[in-house]
């Protein structure tokens, strides 16, 4: 039985509510007020030093961000892509731009940690990413760095969503085939 799930872009322009931080100094959530509902914003990795901690609450943001349903959890997990400060905002609205299924979207894993990378996991992302681009897939395909896959001696390893498929000692070379193989129709 497969898990689809259904992606979908969003744009809020509303009001910064406050940030969620762990682990001391880590934005892990964004909390946006809209009209009169409060919606909270994973951070990604990439995303989170861009942020201006020193932003107080009140000021107005837009953010832009893919929204996913969790079937487990039984709620839209909202996760930022952009996030541009307002100084004169539009009226505060929550728009849904596009609705995918997650057949058409798809990301890439692409292990991070030092075995990993020193094996040529930096050469295989850097082509990863190019190739997407070339191919104009960046719409359907997004590329995420993650920990460890556990496969250290036969890396770099990658992981392609949402199909599962696992890829050990990957050459860069590799990299045109592989794209092919999962997003080409």
Not at 10 to 38: A, C, H, N, P, T
Not at 50 to 74: A, Q
Not at 120 to 143: A, F, M, P, T, W
């Amino acid at each position: 039985m497969s898990k689809t799930t259904t992606l979908s872009q969003f744009r809020l322009i509303g009001q910064l509510e406050s940030f969620v931080i762990k682990k001391g100094d880590k934005i892990k959530y964004l909390r946006m007020k809209v009209e009169d509902k409060e919606y909270w914003l994973k951070i990604p990795k990439k995303l989170r030093s861009e942020i201006d901690l020193n932003l107080i609450p009140g000021t107005w943001l837009e953010v832009m961000g893919n929204r996913e349903f969790k079937k487990k959890k039984g709620f839209f997990e909202l996760e930022a892509s952009t996030l541009k400060l307002l100084p004169n905002p539009d009226t505060p609205r929550a728009v849904i731009v596009s609705e995918t299924e997650s057949s058409s979207v798809g990301k890439i894993l692409v292990c991070q940690k030092s075995s990993c990378w020193k094996r040529g996991g930096q050469s295989v992302c850097q082509q990863l990413e190019q190739q997407v681009e070339q191919q104009g897939l960046g719409d359907r395909v997004k590329i995420k760095l993650t920990g460890c896959l556990k496969q250290c001696k036969k890396g770099p390893n990658v992981v392609v969503m949402p199909h599962k498929a696992r890829y050990c000692q990957v050459k860069p070379r590799e990299v045109e085939d592989l794209l092919t193989k999962h997003f080409t129709p």
